[in-house]
């Protein structure tokens, strides 16, 4: 049994809130980044932040009723 089709809104709020998360903006103007992994911590959280909107897209391509049209 397929999941119900997800709402237009609430889907777009999760897409824009995913990211506003991956913009660096909550950091101080010339602060140091930490380093995570070698890399600054805003390059893990913004790929994370678009791996978590592929797997959304990916999620709503799937759980769509693909007989209804454009």
Do not use: N, Q
């Not at 709020?13 to 909550?26: G, M, N």
């Not at 890399?39 to 893990?44: E, G, Y």
């Not at 897209?57 to 693909?66: G, I, K, N, P, V």
């Amino acid at each position: 049994m397929k999941a119900p089709r997800p709402r237009g809104p609430l889907l777009v709020a999760a897409f824009v809130a995913l990211y506003a998360l991956s913009i660096p903006w909550y950091r101080e103007p010339g602060a140091v980044p930490p380093i995570w992994l070698g890399l600054p911590d805003w390059v893990i959280v913004a790929t994370v932040a678009h791996v978590a909107v592929a797997g959304l897209c990916a999620w709503a391509w799937l759980t769509r009723d693909h007989g209804e049209g454009p």
